[in-house]
């Protein structure tokens, strides 16, 4: 089989982007390391392709971006860091949002091909198309996503986080809790899943899952309706909705209201971001920083470009239980 730029880099012990930066002759690597990937291409007798060389030798003051969705406001405030990290370091910004498209793979492709480096989101494309792009030497940083190969990653801590957050419902009283979301649409939310299930267990409490489609404020309010309509409606309730994010919360809210249902008085409701509406509803939270997740991912894959180092860095960023009224203590509840 013929050697790859990424067996080049494996051999000699540094990053695509350092082999990409030998081949076109850049200043920017130490002779030691020089030496090191030269040594390794000869060993392996490996050839740039005309394709290697074209992308390797291209320079677009740009760097991509790309979204599952862009509705919402966590995407956009990872927007909004990212943007302004990137202006900071004399970078323009290409933003793709893929939409669950069957081409979102040849997008994220062509696009790799107008920038020097992307960051990646959550569950956007499949491992293979981010093993093809850091194979072909693209300066690669995944957000919200689990580290894979050699490429960078951000990510905001959830499981720690998402137990914390359950373990307070349990102490207001809660016994029968409900997830509402699916932890197959993100690794985000897959990680708050497990959280939320490792303190439910902890506790010997009943947890079930709304596994809704979307997370949106409409998907939340289509769960909350289905729980409502089940057999023994309101009666048969759980005691808390534990909500993969504040949008799909918010929904849950309202649907909740428009059927006349106490919040916190017959159900508590949880949240995730809190982001500026979840302040306004007086909905628990956790809080992550999603500006700095996007400022952060746009550092990371600056430094990959401009060759300051060599080695994957992962970087996972604190987040913090916040308490509202959503949750009020049992002896409180029905106060508010």
């Not at 860091?81 to 202006?87: F, I, K, L, M, R």
């Not at 990959?304 to 992962?314: D, F, K, N, V, Y």
């Amino acid at each position: 089989m013929r050697p790859t730029i990424r067996d080049v880099a494996q051999r000699a012990g540094v990053s695509i982007a350092t082999v990409s930066r030998v081949l076109r002759d850049s200043d920017s690597v130490t002779d030691r390391t020089r030496d090191r990937v030269t040594t390794a291409v000869a060993e392996l007798q490996f050839t740039p392709s005309q394709l290697g060389r074209q992308l390797a030798e291209r320079r677009h003051a740009a760097n991509g971006i790309v979204f599952p969705d862009l509705a919402g406001p966590y995407y956009a405030e990872v927007v909004l860091g990212y943007e302004a990290v990137a202006a900071e370091l004399g970078r323009s910004v290409l933003i793709l949002s893929t939409h669950g498209r069957n081409a979102a793979p040849a997008m994220v492709e062509d696009m790799a091909n107008r920038c020097d480096g992307l960051v990646i989101l959550g569950r956007t494309v499949a491992d293979e198309v981010v093993d093809r792009l850091a194979a072909r030497g693209t300066p690669l940083v995944l957000l919200a996503r689990p580290p894979a190969g050699r490429c960078d990653s951000v990510n905001a801590e959830g499981r720690t986080s998402a137990a914390k957050l359950t373990a307070h419902v349990l102490d207001q009283g809660a016994r029968r809790l409900t997830f509402v979301g699916d932890p197959m649409d993100s690794p985000d939310v897959a990680e708050r899943w497990l959280g939320v299930s490792d303190s439910v267990n902890e506790a010997g409490a009943e947890l079930s899952i709304e596994a809704v489609a979307g997370f949106g404020e409409e998907a939340g309010a289509r769960g909350a309706t289905t729980l409502l309509d089940a057999p023994g409606g309101l009666a048969a309730l759980p005691d808390a909705l534990i909500c993969a994010n504040d949008e799909l919360a918010l929904g849950v809210l309202g649907a909740l209201k428009d059927r006349g249902v106490d919040v916190p008085g017959q159900v508590m409701v949880t949240g995730w971001d809190d982001v500026m509406a979840a302040r306004y509803a007086g909905l628990t939270t956790v809080r992550q920083p999603m500006r700095e997740l996007g400022g952060t991912a746009a550092r990371l894959l600056d430094e990959q470009i401009s060759g300051s180092r060599t080695e994957p860095r992962h970087e996972l960023l604190a987040t913090e239980l916040i308490v509202r009224t959503s949750t009020a203590k049992q002896s409180l509840r029905g106060q508010q």
